[in-house]
């Protein structure tokens, strides 16, 4: 049986985002960095966490999909 590890194990808290949703979620393509309300909210959450956070980027078409290929921790 495959063990599941704890956000605080794994160090990481990965979040699905679109980047395309202003001024919620915003992929700037030149420094592949995200901005926004969400992402500063997801940002401050993994934060007090004590984990990094980690952008899985995904689509509006395929948010679950996207969500359970990368075994994100959550959606925005």
């Given at each position: 049986?495959?063990?599941r590890t704890t956000l605080?194990?794994?160090?990481?808290?990965?979040?699905?985002?679109?980047?395309?949703?202003?001024?919620?979620?915003?992929?700037?393509?030149?420094?592949?960095?995200?901005?926004?309300?969400?992402?500063?909210?997801?940002?401050?959450?993994?934060?007090?966490?004590?984990?990094?956070?980690?952008?899985?980027?995904?689509?509006?078409?395929?948010?679950?999909?996207?969500?359970?290929?990368?075994?994100?921790?959550?959606?925005?």
């Open positions: 049986m495959r063990r605080t194990e794994r160090g990481v808290l990965r979040l699905c985002t679109t980047g395309d949703y202003r001024p919620f979620s915003h992929l700037t393509p030149a420094t592949k960095s995200y901005s926004g309300i969400d992402i500063d909210m997801a940002r401050n959450l993994a934060t007090s966490l004590g984990v990094k956070p980690r952008f899985v980027a995904t689509t509006w078409a395929r948010p679950r999909s996207s969500a359970a290929r990368t075994r994100a921790s959550t959606s925005p």
